[in-house]
């Protein structure tokens, strides 16, 4: 019966090298805040174009208008 040649790479520590990439997530922290701040200033662009229509500031100054001079 011929013997089965071992493998180059040892199992054992292979196994625990891939589990410890599978658990460990360093990096992914800086990934994450990144797309977080990028995301973060799109929906500031977007909200700073929609407020700053014409019809938004129309909009606030009458509400602002009816509020001070709402009578109880």
Do not use: C, H, N
Not at 2 to 25: G, K, Q, T
Not at 38 to 60: C, K, N, P, R, W
């Amino acid at each position: 019966m011929e013997s089965i040649p071992r493998p180059a790479v040892p199992w054992p520590r292979l196994r625990a090298r891939l589990r410890r990439l599978r658990v460990d997530d360093s990096g992914m922290s800086t990934v994450e805040y990144a797309i977080g701040t990028i995301a973060a200033a799109a929906f500031a662009a977007i909200l700073y174009t929609v407020v700053s229509g014409e019809s938004i500031v129309d909009a606030l100054t009458d509400l602002i208008q009816r509020a001070l001079t709402a009578t109880f």
